[in-house]
C-alpha cells in the first residue's frame, strides 16, 4: 500500500474492499463507519467529501492528569507570600519559577520547560481556579463530575454527547430515555473518539456513539493470529467475509458490519501508529501515547477527539518541590505536549489540533505532615494550540479567602467545556451540557 | 477417529436430524404462546433453550434434555430448587468492614478535632481509608464468587435470572460502597428470582443497599427525596407514562423514614410522613407497602415486567424487524396477562415462555447478543474450557461493559447491540482466545500448559447429540461442530473453515487442530450470539 493512499483514508478503504472482492452492495452495510468520520455512514462521506455545516477538520484532544494534580505547584503564585506560608517545605522558590511575563503574579513550575516553550510561541492559555461548586475530593466521583458535566457525576460522558449530537441529534436528556430500548441501525462504532487505555473514559461514552479504546496498537487485533499454522490467515478471511443472505436489519448483520469495521480500524490504525515519528519524542507513558495521537492525525484518520491519560498526580506523600516525584510527572507532561506539538507541526496539522489538559481537584494549599499535599479544589486548566488565546487567562485564585484551607474556584470547568465545545467543535453547548453555563473563552477569535 | 465407548443409542435420534438451514422469510414469525409439541424438541431446540435458561450446555446435556423433551426440560430447570444448590451462609461475606462508627469512636473523634489533635484524627482517618480499601476488596472477592457460581452452577436458571434482577433493581457499589449492603440485595434478588414479583418490590423498597442508592435513607416528613418514588415506578415496575408527578411525590411521602440501620432495615417512625396522600388511584394514610400494592394493582405492571423479561429471554422488543415485533406483541400481552392471573408469580409466565412455538422461531433462536457475562460461562460451561482466572475474566467483562455490581446507572445494562463495538469486539474475541488457549494480550497465563482446552473429548462429546461428529467426512464433522457452537452449519466463514481444515491435510482431527477450528469460530461474527 503506497503511503500516499493513506493521505485519503475514504480511498483507502474503498480500494480495500476492491482487493478483497467485496461488491459494494449497500453502502450504508459494508463501509466501515469508525474512521469516516460520519456516523450515518452516507456514501459521499465515505468518497473523501463532507457533509455540508460540519466542520471536519478540528481535533479536540483531552489529556487527563488522573490523581488530582498539584495546581499551586504547577502554576505558582510566587507572588503571594501566603504560599511560600503554607509550603514550607514544598513551595517552589521565587528563583526558580519560570516566568511568564514580567506583570504575570504566578509562574510555571521549573520542570515545565516543555510548556515554557510553547508558551513562549504563542501556544498556551492557562486558566486558573477551575473548579465546579460543592467540590466533590472523591477521586472517583469528581472525574465522573468532570466526564459527565453534571454535579451528580451520572449520565453519559459530555463528549460522548457531542458525538450522539453531531450523529443523531441527541442531547442531554433525550437520550437513553427507557422507552426508546430499540437498537440503533447503525453500527455502535461509528464516529466516536479514540482513547489510549484499557477502558474508555465515560467522557466518551454517549448513548448511540461508542468510542474505541486500546492500550497500544498491537492490543487493537486478535490474539489468536499466532496460534498455529494458517489461523491467521483463516481469521483474516474471516475478518473480511461479507454478510450474504443475512437480513439486514438482524443482529446478526448488525455484528457482521461492526466485525467489518473493527478489522479495517485495526488495520488502519495499526498502519498508522506503525509510522516512525516525525520528531524525537521524550520517554514516558504520556509522551508514547501522544506520539500514537500524532501518527493517527498524520494519518488522515478522520477522528475528531482523543483521549488521554497519565496516572500518580495523587501526591499525599513525598511531593518534592521543585524536584521529586510531581516535578518527574511535571517535566513528562511538558516534554510530550512539547514533542506532540513539534509533531504537528511538521506534519501541517497543529492548526487543527487543540489539546486540553485537567485533573479532577487540585490539591490544599497546605502542605501536610508528611511533605505532601491532600485532596484539594480549584485548579488550573491549560490548553495548546495556535488556535488557544494565549496566556495565562483568569487570575489566580486568593490565598486569604479559602474555603476550609482549599481555594474557591472561579470558573466552573463547564464554561470551559462550553468554548470548546461551541468555539472549536461548533457545536451546540447549551444543548450538549443541558444547560447555559459562562463560557470561559479558550479559542482566539478568527 | 477411535470410538470413544459409549454404547450407540438403541434407538435413532428424534428427527431433527437436519439444521437449522437458511432463514425462512420474516412473513412466517410464529406469534403463538401455544407449546411446542414433543416431535419437534430436537437438539437444536434444547440448545436454544438452555442458552436463554442458562448458559448453554454441553453436547451430552443438550442430549438430555432433547430425550427428555419439552415440559419435562422447562420443568427441570425452572423448579431448580429441586437440583443440587450450595447454600450461602449469612457470613460468607464480612459484615462489619463499612460499619459506622461507634458512639464512643464518635466521641473520642470529637474529643480529638477540639483538641486539635492531628495524631488521633490522622490515625483515624487511615482507619477508615483501610477500611474502604477492605470493602473494596471484598466487593471485587464477591464478584469471583458470584462468577465461580455461575459457571459451576447446577441451577443455572437460578443465576441467570439473579443476574437479571440486578440489571433490573439496578444498585452500583460505586454509589453504596458497601460491599456487605450489595450482598444482601443479591441475596434478596436470589430468594426471589424465579418466586413473586411483588415480593420483590416490597422487599426492595425495605433493602438498605437500594435506600442508600436512591438517597431514601434521609428522605423525612416535609422533606421527602423523589429519588426513589420515581425510580421505583419509572424503572422498576410502571415505566414512563403510566404514573404521574403527583404520584412520585406522593410516593415519596409514603416512602419517608424508611431507612437502615447496622445492615437492617429501620422504618423511623418519627421521619415519616403519615398524612394522607393518593397515589395511583389509592387513597389514605398510605405507606410504602401501600405504594407497592397500588403499583401492583395496575395492569401496566405486569406488562412492563412482561416486556422485560421478553427482552432479556427472547429478543429486543422492538427490535427493528418489523414481522419480528408484530409476531412478538401478542406473545408480550399473553405472559403479561399470565402474569396478572398469576398475581405475579414468575414461573408461570417464564413456563409459557420456554414453551412456546414463538419462543422456539427461527427469528428468535441465534440471534440475541450475549452478553459479556453470557460469553464467558457459556463458552466455558458449553465447550468446557478451562476457567483459568477469575480475575482476568472479571477485568475482561468490565472491559467488555458488564462489571457484576456496578451496573452503569439504576437503568442497569442496556444489553443487545450496546455490547457491541469495535473495542468490545476485539475485547470479547480476545478473552475468547484466553480461554481456549491462556494466551493473554501481552504473554501467557502461567497455569496454561496445565490447563489445556480439551478438543478431543468435547469432539467426541458432540457425537452425543449430533451423531455426524462420529463420520469420517470432514464436512460432515464441521457441520456438527458449527451447528453446535452456533446454531447452523451454512455460516457465511464455512468455506474458509473448510479450507483451514483441508490444509490441515487427511485424517482424524487432532487436539491442535480442533483447538484453532475452534478458536477460528469463537471469532466469527454468529459466536458473539446465542
Known sequence: MANHDLDNLAAFTRRQFLLSGLTLASASVTIPQFLSGTALGLPSSAWGGSIPGVNEDRILVVVQLAGGNDGLNTVVPFSMPEYYRARPGIGVPEGKVLRLGKASEVGLHPALAGVKDLYDEGLVGIVQGVGYPNPNRSHFKSMDIWHTADTTGTGEGWLGRFFDSECCGFGKGESGRVESPAPSPQPQGGGGGIAIGREAPLALQGVKVKPVAFESADLFRWTGANAGPGVGDAYAAIARQEAAGLDPDSNAAFLHRTALDAQVSSETIRKAVATAPRVPYPGGDLSRQLQMVASMIAAGLKTRVYYVTMGGFDTHAGQGGENGRHATLLQQFGGALRAFYRDLKTQGNDGRVLTMSFSEFGRRVSQNASQGTDHGTAAPLMVFGPMVKPGVLTDHPSLKDLDSGDLKFTHDFRGVYTSVLSDWLSADARKILDGQFRAVPVVKRA | ?530
Not at chain 2, 406469534?31 to 435458561?53: C, K, Q, T, V, Y
Not at chain 2, 469512636?105 to 477540639?114: D, F, I, L, S, Y
Request: charged residues 25%; glycine residues 8%; neutral net charge.
Open chain 2, 1 to 530: 477417529m477411535p470410538e470413544s465407548g459409549a454404547s450407540v443409542p438403541p434407538t435413532p435420534a428424534p428427527a431433527r436430524a437436519k439444521g437449522v438451514g437458511p432463514r425462512q422469510p420474516d412473513n412466517a414469525v410464529s406469534n403463538s404462546l401455544d407449546p411446542i409439541r414433543p416431535d419437534e424438541f430436537g437438539i437444536d431446540e434444547a440448545r436454544h433453550l438452555i442458552n436463554r435458561a442458562g448458559f448453554g450446555g454441553s453436547p451430552g446435556q443438550l442430549r438430555t434434555l432433547a430425550d427428555w423433551g419439552p415440559e419435562k426440560s422447562v420443568d427441570y430447570l425452572l423448579n431448580y430448587e429441586q437440583a443440587p444448590g450450595e447454600a450461602i451462609a449469612d457470613d460468607a461475606f464480612d459484615a462489619d468492614i463499612m460499619r459506622p462508627p461507634s458512639a464512643e469512636e464518635r466521641q473520642a473523634q470529637r474529643r480529638a478535632a477540639a483538641a486539635r489533635d492531628e495524631e488521633t484524627l490522622a490515625q483515624i482517618r487511615v482507619r477508615r481509608q483501610n477500611a474502604e480499601q477492605a470493602d473494596r476488596e471484598q466487593v471485587r472477592a464477591m464478584q469471583r464468587w458470584w462468577l465461580k457460581r455461575m459457571i459451576e452452577s447446577g441451577r443455572p436458571l437460578e443465576e441467570k435470572l439473579t443476574l437479571f434482577w440486578h440489571g433490573h433493581f439496578a444498585t452500583s457499589y460505586r454509589t453504596v460502597e458497601d460491599s456487605y449492603l450489595l450482598f444482601r440485595q443479591h441475596r434478596l434478588f436470589r430468594a426471589h428470582a424465579a418466586g413473586n414479583f411483588g415480593e420483590l418490590l416490597f422487599g426492595i423498597i425495605r433493602d438498605p443497599a437500594m435506600i442508600n442508592y436512591l438517597d431514601n435513607n434521609d428522605s423525612r416528613k416535609g422533606k421527602p427525596n423523589e429519588n426513589l418514588a420515581r425510580e421505583l415506578m419509572e424503572l422498576f415496575s410502571l415505566g414512563v407514562g403510566n404514573y404521574t408527578e403527583q404520584d412520585i411525590k406522593e410516593g415519596a411521602r409514603a416512602l419517608t423514614g424508611y431507612t437502615y440501620r447496622d445492615n437492617e432495615f429501620a422504618f423511623d417512625r418519627a421521619n415519616h410522613d403519615g398524612g394522607n396522600k393518593a397515589i395511583l388511584g389509592r387513597v389514605g394514610s398510605l405507606d410504602g407497602e401501600d405504594f407497592v400494592r397500588a403499583i401492583l394493582e395496575k395492569r401496566e405492571c405486569a406488562r412492563f415486567i412482561a416486556t422485560k423479561l421478553y427482552r432479556f429471554f427472547a429478543h429486543d422488543h422492538p427490535s427493528g424487524r418489523a414481522a419480528l415485533d408484530r409476531a412478538a406483541e401478542p406473545v408480550i400481552k399473553g405472559l403479561a396477562d399470565t402474569l396478572l392471573r398469576s398475581r405475579y408469580e414468575l414461573k408461570p409466565v417464564l413456563r409459557r415462555l420456554f414453551l412456546s412455538r414463538h419462543f422456539y422461531d427461527r427469528a428468535i433462536r441465534d440471534q440475541q447478543v450475549k452478553s459479556p457475562v453470557q460469553l464467558l460461562v457459556g463458552t466455558i460451561r458449553s465447550l468446557n474450557t478451562p476457567a483459568r482466572d477469575l480475575k482476568t475474566l472479571l477485568d475482561a467483562a468490565n472491559m467488555m461493559g458488564q462489571s457484576l455490581f456496578f451496573p452503569p446507572s439504576v437503568k442497569g445494562w442496556d444489553g443487545g447491540r450496546s455490547w457491541i463495538n469495535t473495542s468490545t469486539l476485539f475485547v470479547r474475541q480476545n478473552t475468547l482466545v484466553y480461554l481456549l488457549t491462556g494466551k493473554r494480550p501481552q504473554g501467557k497465563d502461567p497455569l496454561a500448559d496445565d490447563e489445556p482446552f480439551d478438543g478431543v473429548s468435547l469432539l467426541e462429546q458432540l457425537g452425543l447429540a449430533y451423531p455426524e461428529a462420529r463420520e469420517t467426512d470432514l464436512d460432515a464433522r464441521l457441520d456438527a461442530v458449527l451447528r453446535f457452537t452456533v446454531g447452523r452449519a451454512d455460516v457465511p466463514a464455512r468455506d474458509t473453515l473448510r479450507a483451514f481444515l483441508a490444509s490441515r491435510g487427511p485424517g482424524p482431527l487432532d487436539a491442535p487442530t480442533l483447538t484453532h477450528l475452534i478458536l477460528l469460530i469463537s471469532a466469527i461474527p454468529e459466536y458473539q450470539l446465542c
